[in-house]
């Protein structure tokens, strides 16, 4: 991969007495550094606690964060234009290898998300949710905006495919938010309100008619179950009254550092990967979840800006797109752990422990400082 | 790049530059829309999280407290009984069980069989452990084993390093040490059981597996309970106890010391060996109970952690009946031993008097009666005043004071003695016996009272039923000229740990109202000539004593005779019998003892009862250690 780094190395002031000016030259976003800093921070901070004071696991967190930054910092080095003209390969090469799961799952009997590729674990789901935003904006570049009917049947193709290959698997949240890419670079793109609305009408009648005529009893129960854990306690609820109690006995000012009874006395399940959220609220009570809250909104609001900033469609679609997708983690991860949403299984981006989404998400990130740093000021 | 494409593509360049300006526009407005959505998302989301932490803080602050925190109870140790003297009846001796936690255990089923080299392991055993092991948390030790002989426990002991997650564990279960000795009195404790769940303060007894069920053990239960103690101790989710907050210390039951005198006890017991019957022996001057005694007896210790059901068949049906309490529970008529409260009777109402006399020529008939009310004596004792009726037991005497008397009279009179009503004592299930009265037989059997049955109440057969501990108490009674008191079984309490004893006072019931001393010491006077004197039906006993006793015999009829039939032992199944009777109280001049004997199917009181009572006596007034 040829880095614009390797390009720009001769006209770099080694000896700049500017740390900012030498962020600029690694075509790092200041702001969003910034924020990602703190967040990651403060990830840290509770899984210590969320991990029961586990050094090894704080060590390996570190470690992929670590990870995550590089491949932030190699992403943003992409020139956007490198990034479209692979697009389409990219997209392809990823629904094969979802396919390419699939039928190993089929051999080996059983949930597959995995391509097992002797060094590392591949998971080429993760790859989707910045492989559909590339596709659509890709798509967009060559049609006239706002996208017509036409191009909706294609966008819908573009996000379908993977989106049922992953359901498949089934991984329910990643293909989720891959449906969701789709839609937010549909919107972004400026798909008509009368498409929208007509699009919306369209699925408030289909629901019902399908929930009647299109389900069996024990679907319906199992939809149901999905929507309202609660009344089941002991399975799927079990996890949402141990999560609304721990965000609740929080309080407003949180019982503290290493203090959440729910989480240390382990009545919390989940509490250092999806449920992590709910020990930070019980810790450090509502005040801390305004300062995390606000801090998400921050990166969310700095990434659209981004994307308005950017000098043509594919980067300003993408970059939108990857900046809601953003957006749809937050709100999924804390409105289920909050009893908000049904439970599906997503991380809190850059706090919960575990590794693959970690990776997708700084690389969001990656591409959104590289559509920044490369923009061309004055286009507009 | 971008603008190289840009000019490859100039004849559109122009409108596509505007169309590009609009895109950017369109994109940009988009953007600020996405962002107020997501703003409001964003404010939506903290509008729950408020409304979990601040509204419904205290909520779900309560629930968390309730998931840390779990109150453990903490059982108190039951007191253990001794008789008067603090010889040990009932203790609490550490019992080893075999426990495995599972999830420390590798390859169970291979653990389980190298245990079977050191200790036996039966199917059972193992079908429990099995069953337990799927109904409870893998960290929490699952019994094996129960009551492991020492030296199973030896051997397991040594080997134990050999067996991560096995343990040997000790709690205290309750023991009787004597086995059956007394268990009439100390009765025994079993596992708590439905009924008696509803019946108790179940708080009380959270932590606590066995619960006091018949004897002392059931009546004084709330004493040698104690009370309850608890703990607040932090949990985790799967309930593994992670530090105790604050501890509530149970407190001990107290220690028990009766008024039983298990030497007598043990005497009087050896003493009866051979018959069903059974022995009460009262201190007539406080109503302490000295001996208790109910034979058959069984050994309460099977019955502690659950009798097998076979046992217990055995017990429950032997036409013996073991587990039946004949001391309060037998009721038996008492015959002749009644006789010198009849008389007593007679002389206080004024009916009679110490110097008259009654003609018996063996039988006595009702003015205007064809019937004979027979005596025992075939060819009657002639000319009869009452001391020489009591002290031949003549019945025909009796007949015709009970006529004289009446039995309104004959049964207010003996109602102040406690028969017919339980006489208080502290045990559970004393029965009243029977003093039957017009009115009682009006309400039971709807029937008008026949004055030949007043007769046959006057030598204590009939409708007239009494246990031994009413006879005994009667015969305490009369001893204390009508002084008399509650039996009682409880000596003393004492805390666990303490060397101080809370002593029980004596129960004082009313004093029976004494018209003229001299009626009472009369019909001591027969008693004491019924043994001493020439002619008395238990003089065979008063040879060689070195005490004066007073006493009274009683052979209670179970078959009855027709009028024409003798009565012939030899011929008669042996459980067709008479029981024998006995009651006395000793010494004469200053009771210190009163005791009521009954051999069931012994034949005579004179025979049978009054020597085993004789034992009892010398036992108690002349071998004092």
């Not at chain 1, 586990?54 to 234009?81: E, S, T, Y």
């Not at chain 1, 149901?224 to 609304?244: M, N, R, V």
């Not at chain 2, 309930?239 to 298990?262: A, E, F, N, Q, W």
């Not at chain 2, 007043?454 to 009674?477: D, E, F, K, N, V």
């Amino acid at each position: 991969m040829k880095l614009n780094l390797t390009a720009d190395i001769n006209s770099l002031d080694w000896k700049g007495r500017n740390r900012r000016r030498l962020l600029r030259r690694l075509n790092l976003d200041i702001p969003l550094l910034l924020g990602l800093l703190a967040i990651a921070l403060l990830g840290l901070v509770i899984l210590y606690s969320a991990g029961r004071q586990d050094l090894d696991l704080l060590l390996r967190q570190g470690i992929r964060l670590g990870l995550g930054f590089l491949v932030m910092l190699v992403l943003a080095q992409v020139p956007p234009n490198y990034l479209r003209l692979w697009t389409p390969w990219i997209f392809l090469g990823g629904v094969l290898l979802l396919v390419a799961v699939l039928v190993a799952g089929e051999i080996g009997k059983g949930a597959q998300r995995w391509l097992d590729l002797g060094v590392v674990r591949f998971q080429p789901s993760e790859l989707m949710k910045i492989a559909v935003p590339m596709m659509m904006a890709w798509y967009f570049t060559s049609r006239p905006l706002p996208p017509q009917l036409g191009d909706l049947v294609i966008g819908a193709l573009i996000t379908l495919i993977p989106f049922l290959l992953i359901v498949k698997q089934p991984d329910l949240g990643t293909a989720l938010l891959v449906a969701c890419s789709g839609i937010f670079a549909l919107f972004l793109a400026g798909l008509s309100w009368k498409i929208i609305l007509g699009l919306g009408g369209m699925t408030v009648i289909i629901a019902p008619l399908f929930w009647t005529l299109g389900m069996h009893d024990y679907q319906r129960q199992r939809v149901l179950t999905f929507l309202d854990p609660e009344t089941d306690p002991l399975g799927a609820g079990y996890h949402i009254i141990q999560s609304k109690i721990a965000i609740g006995s929080g309080g407003f000012y949180g019982k503290g550092w290493l203090n959440g009874t729910q989480s240390q006395l382990e009545f919390l399940p989940e509490s250092a990967t999806d449920f992590i959220f709910a020990v930070f609220a019980e810790e450090f009570g509502l005040i801390g979840l305004c300062l995390l809250l606000t801090l998400y909104f921050f990166l969310i609001a700095r990434s659209l800006y981004i994307a308005t900033q950017a000098s043509d469609v594919y980067t300003r679609l993408l970059a939108g797109s990857l900046a809601l997708i953003f957006f749809v983690y937050v709100f999924v991860n804390t409105g289920m752990v909050s009893g908000l949403l049904p439970v599906v299984g997503l991380p809190l981006p850059l706090i919960s422990y575990g590794g693959t989404s970690l990776i997708t998400i700084m690389a969001g990130f990656g591409i959104l400082m590289s559509v920044y740093s490369h923009r061309r000021p004055g286009f507009r | 790049m971008r603008l190289l494409d840009l000019n490859n593509a100039k004849p559109r360049q122009l409108t596509k530059a505007r169309d590009l300006q609009i895109e950017a526009q369109l994109f940009s407005r988009r953007a600020i829309i996405a962002l107020i959505l997501v703003l409001g998302a964003l404010l939506a989301l903290l509008g729950r999280l408020a409304y979990l932490q601040v509204i419904n803080y205290a909520h779900f602050a309560t629930l968390s407290e309730n998931n840390r925190v779990k109150l453990q109870p903490l059982p108190p140790s039951r007191g253990l009984i001794f008789d008067r003297n603090g010889v040990l009846l009932a203790d609490n001796l550490p019992s080893y069980r075999l426990e495995i936690i599972p999830e420390q255990v590798t390859a169970i089923d291979a653990t389980l069989a190298r245990l079977q080299e050191f200790i036996e392991i039966s199917d059972l055993d193992i079908e429990r452990f099995h069953r337990l092991r799927r109904r409870n948390p893998s960290y929490s030790g699952i019994p094996l084993r129960f009551r492991l002989r020492a030296n199973e426990v030896a051997r397991l002991a040594v080997n134990l390093h050999h067996f991560p997650g096995v343990d040997i564990k000790a709690d205290l279960n309750r023991h009787y040490p004597l086995g059956a000795h007394a268990v009439h009195v100390v009765g025994y404790v079993g596992r708590i059981d439905e009924e008696e769940l509803q019946r108790i303060d179940t708080s009380q007894y959270s932590g606590s597996t066995h619960i006091g069920k018949i004897g002392v053990e059931r009546s004084y239960e709330e004493v040698l309970h104690g009370r309850v103690g608890y703990q607040h101790v932090e949990t985790n989710a799967q309930g593994r106890v992670l530090r105790v907050l604050k501890r509530t210390p149970p407190v001990p039951g107290k220690h028990i010391y009766l008024t039983i005198d298990s030497r007598l006890q043990a005497i009087a017991e050896r003493a009866l060996e051979g018959y069903n019957g059974a022995i009460v022996a009262l201190d007539p001057r406080n109503g302490e109970v000295l001996a208790l005694v109910s034979q058959p007896v069984y050994d309460p210790n099977p019955f502690v952690n659950g009798i097998d059901v076979a046992s217990y068949q055995a017990l429950n049906s032997s036409l013996d009946r073991p587990l039946f309490n004949r001391a309060l529970r037998g009721v038996y008529p008492p015959g002749s031993t009644i006789k010198p409260l009849i008389g007593l009777a007679g002389l206080e109402y004024g009916v009679t008097s110490r110097t008259r006399s009654v003609y018996c020529p063996g039988f006595y008939q009702l003015p205007g009666h064809k019937h004979r009310f027979r005596d025992w004596k075939r060819g009657g004792h002639g000319r009869t005043p009452l001391d020489k009726a009591i002290v031949e037991s003549c019945d025909v005497y009796f007949y015709d004071l009970a006529a004289k008397l009446g039995i309104e009279r004959l049964h207010d009179y003996l109602d102040q003695f406690s028969l017919g009503r339980p006489t208080g004592i502290d045990l559970v299930g004393e029965k009243a016996g029977l003093l039957p009265s017009p009115q009682w037989k009006r309400a039971t059997h709807n029937q008008p009272w026949y004055p030949g049955e007043t007769l046959i109440a006057g030598i204590g057969q009939g409708y007239m039923l009494a246990t031994p501990l009413q006879l005994a108490h009667s015969t305490a009674t009369l001893a204390q000229n009508g002084q008399h008191f509650q039996p009682r079984l409880l000596y003393a309490t004492q805390e666990q740990g303490s060397q101080d004893k809370q002593w029980e006072p004596p129960r004082p019931l009313p004093a029976i109202p004494v018209k003229d001393q001299g009626n009472w010491e009369h019909i001591v006077a027969s008693m004491t000539r019924v043994i001493h004197g020439v002619g008395g039906t238990a003089r065979r006993i008063g040879q060689g004593s070195s005490y004066t006793m007073a006493g009274k015999t009683g052979t209670a009829q179970v078959f009855s005779l027709r009028q024409d039939q003798k009565y012939d032992a030899k011929q008669l199944d042996k459980r067709l019998h008479d029981h024998a009777l006995f009651v006395a109280f000793a010494p004469a001049d200053a009771p210190r003892i009163a005791i009521a004997v009954i051999a069931e199917h012994g034949g005579g009181g004179s025979t049978t009862a009054a020597p085993i009572a004789r034992q009892v006596l010398d036992a108690y007034l002349l071998d004092a250690p």
